[in-house]
């Protein structure tokens, strides 16, 4: 098993990787800060066409003259934009002969995320294109999917194969004028991923993506497009960790979602970003923009969340229901524990007629921590029996712990029917004895409590996800009953 | 294998137990009984470990440890189970997960692996037909939306599967219909070996027309006033409880 695991790393990290802008050692990352001579240096390390280069100038001109947003209900110390990396590379020249020279690091790097690069997952139908700092370092299943005429690629990659549909669909749906963050990310983001999911299409694999913050003091922006033509389905899996860090990362990704006529993305993430340690120092500031459209008729778009990491989240995974008769769906579990904050939650603006959405949160606050649920519900004129259901439910272990619901509901017509229920709850002593009583320890006890709570979201993710999510869950309440 | 000596307990420094002995040996079954009030249901959480009681004097002994220094936890891997009178709702954990969960905890403890998912279920039926449980109830979640019979007889399921040394029934009788009250008494009887022990808490002697004991003990006031064999459980039935109260020598 292991000789395999060797065998295919090292197929993956030996061949795709060809762009030949990063085997300078010397000059794998921009130096501190952040000017047009950054972009300028980004852009062209990346080799990319004219047009990105003006897109990213557009963007940064524009971030100058924004403000960083301060409503949402977290806490953070000031963020020197000046100080952070804009871009590092891996730093090893990936060509190997033989897997002796693969770095150790990088091996183990990928034992700790738990990427099994080997035949099981095949056969679990995932594949797997590992983004390691900023740069993708590989990809497999590749030939599975070129059959279908899938594309799945790193995005900078994309760039230099397909740049008309980058040119085409980056920044429709997440403009650049969008917020601070986005303006930022559009500026300066380093690599990605995109999907490209070609009309009558069923995706023959669970697309899945793990990205990691590595370097230490490296903004990361990540950007992902996931683009479903006519009538094509895919699964869209995206997970992260990131080892203890002294200093605050910050990451502000943008995720851009596009559904044509009939078609169906499910977009699942689990995300355990490095928290913080429990005084809440260090740890990842999570400010991301993650924005799908339901363009055409009939067409769906499901966002399924697991939070668990980061110092602060700032995230509202959002749905513009376009098209007629188009489908949103919203489920989101996160986990706050010592003195991580969240600000989290959904909107769903529906656009079409009959459209329909759904919204299941379940928030869980352990610690001193702050869990708030953040959603807009929006129906527009137009958007006739336009139907909406949220549910936001919170759990609360301990007594320092926060949690809070700010639902804004606007109804534009007669016809539309939003419903909103919502609950707070405790675990409570008895669920906790009866636990032990029947020999499971504290920390157990309070890992089945909360994934039964949050079975309802848990259950939506892929198979395989589910099972690492409900470990997750455990392990970030570990502590949190003393 | 049980054996209390002089226990006093107190919740917020209200004495419920005070000045109780009570001796249980392998292969028997204990009644206790008495009326509300008098400390039967703490009785049981002490000896459960549960942390809301404080215990301000007295030993409890089990299977030659100290049990007082084990936490909850600890004491149920090695072998107490507690049958609760009002067995709480776990939404979302199936009874499945859960005893598998326990069981595995506790097959951890004693250095034995774990249960494969296919011995698993294979020992979850053959239990299930043992104490007569529908086959559809493991998959729900723990005692969620399950009527007063239901929580009883998952209680016993849960009994039947964790093979418990001593077995702990809090008034596991109160609320249930004669057919549900058959099911348990069953149940509890086909589970009784030579080696374990029941210590059945009841407020009635309904439940021991089906559960023969081999000592029914009366508590009153947080101490045991009067013992006897199942006789005295007639007794009660007949004479209520003031005879006893009456009878009993005051500092006993």
Redesign the interface.
Same mark, same amino acid.
């Given at each position: 098993m292991k000789d395999d695991d060797n065998k295919i790393l090292q197929e993956v990290t030996g061949s795709d990787y060809k762009y030949g802008f990063y085997t300078d050692i010397e000059m794998d990352q921009a130096p501190p800060g952040l000017t047009e001579d950054t972009i300028r240096f980004i852009s062209a390390k990346k080799n990319e066409p004219e047009f990105m280069l003006e897109f990213r100038l557009k963007a940064f001109r524009h971030w100058q003259t924004l403000k960083e947003p301060e409503w949402a209900h977290v806490e953070y110390p000031s963020i020197n934009y000046q100080d952070l990396i804009y871009y590092s590379a891996p730093r090893k020249k990936p060509k190997y002969d033989n897997i002796d020279e693969v770095d150790p690091e990088l091996l183990e790097t990928f034992e700790k995320l738990g990427i099994p690069l080997d035949e099981q997952k095949s056969l679990a139908g995932v594949a797997v294109d590992a983004v390691m700092d900023s740069v993708s370092v590989g990809s497999t299943f590749k030939k599975t999917l070129e059959e279908q005429g899938v594309i799945f690629c790193s995005f900078s990659e994309a760039l230099q194969k397909h740049p008309e549909l980058i040119k085409k669909h980056m920044g429709t749906v997440v403009p650049y004028t969008d917020n601070f963050f986005a303006a930022l990310n559009s500026a300066v983001f380093s690599d990605g991923s995109f999907a490209y999911i070609p009309k009558g299409v069923k995706c023959p694999l669970e697309l899945s993506t793990y990205f990691r913050i590595n370097a230490a003091n490296t903004g990361q922006f990540e950007r992902t497009l996931i683009v479903a033509e006519e009538g094509s389905y895919v699964s869209y899996m995206e997970g992260c960790t990131a080892p203890i860090r002294d200093e605050n990362q910050l990451h502000a990704a943008i995720v851009e979602i596009i559904a044509h006529k009939d078609a169906e993305v499910k977009y699942s993430t689990v995300q355990n970003w490095w928290p913080g340690d429990k005084e809440g120092k260090g740890g990842v500031y999570n400010f991301v923009t993650k924005r799908g459209i339901c363009e055409g008729d009939n067409s769906k778009i499901s966002w399924t969340q697991v939070e668990t990491g980061s110092a602060v989240t700032w995230k509202y995974p959002s749905l513009i229901l376009k098209g007629d008769n188009s489908t949103g769906e919203f489920y989101s579990v996160a986990v706050t524990n010592n003195k991580q904050q969240a600000d989290t939650g959904t909107k769903m603006i529906h656009l079409g007629k009959n459209t329909r959405s759904t919204i299941i949160s379940k928030g869980i606050s352990a610690g001193q921590s702050n869990n708030s649920y953040r959603g807009l519900v929006k129906t527009s004129k137009k958007a006739e029996n336009a139907r909406n259901f949220s549910q936001c439910d919170s759990l609360l272990l301990g007594d320092q712990s926060g949690a809070h619901t700010f639902p804004y509901l606007d109804v534009g017509n007669r016809t539309s029917i939003v419903e909103h229920e919502a609950t707070t709850s405790k675990i409570?002593?008895?669920?906790l004895? =009866?636990?032990?009583?029947? @020999?499971?320890?504290?920390e @157990?006890a309070i890992g089945?409590?909360v994934? @039964? =709570?949050?079975?309802?979201v848990l259950s939506k993710l892929p198979m395989e996800f589910a099972v690492e999510a409900q470990k997750l869950l455990s392990v970030s309440l570990e502590g949190s009953v003393g | 294998m049980l054996n209390i000596k002089n226990l006093s307990a107190s919740i917020n420094g209200k004495t419920i137990i005070s000045g109780l002995n009570l001796e249980v040996k392998e292969g028997e079954v204990h009644a206790i009984m008495g009326p509300n009030g008098s400390g039967k249901s703490t009785l049981a959480s002490v000896i459960a470990g549960r942390e809301t009681f404080d215990v301000d004097e007295g030993t409890i002994t089990y299977m030659g440890k100290n049990l007082l220094d084990l936490p909850a936890e600890t004491r149920a891997r090695e072998g107490i189970f507690l049958g609760f009178q009002y067995p709480v709702e776990i939404p979302g954990v199936s009874i499945a997960n859960f005893m598998r969960t326990a069981i595995n905890e506790k097959r951890k403890y004693l250095g034995l692996e774990p249960l494969t998912g296919a011995e698993f279920l294979k020992l979850m039926e053959e239990k299930k037909k043992m104490v007569d449980i529908q086959s559809k109830l493991t998959n729900r979640s723990v005692n969620e939306g399950f009527s007063g019979g239901e929580k009883k007889k998952n209680e016993i399921f849960q009994m039947a599967m964790l093979e418990p040394r001593l077995a702990i029934l809090d008034e596991t009788d109160s609320g249930l219909d004669i057919d549900a009250l058959k099911v348990v008494a069953k149940g509890v009887n086909k589970l009784r070996r030579p080696d374990n022990a029941t210590i059945v808490i009841t407020h009635y002697q309904r439940l021991l027309d089906y559960i023969t004991p081999d000592f029914v003990h009366v508590l009153y006031d947080g101490r045991i006033i009067k013992s006897g064999d199942k006789n005295l459980a007639l007794e009660l039935e007949k004479k209520g409880y003031d005879w006893v109260k009456k009878e009993a020598p005051a500092g006993v």
């Open positions: 409570s002593e008895d669920q004895f =009866y636990c032990l009583q029947r @020999g499971i320890d504290m @157990g089945l409590i994934n @039964g =709570y949050a079975k309802e | -």
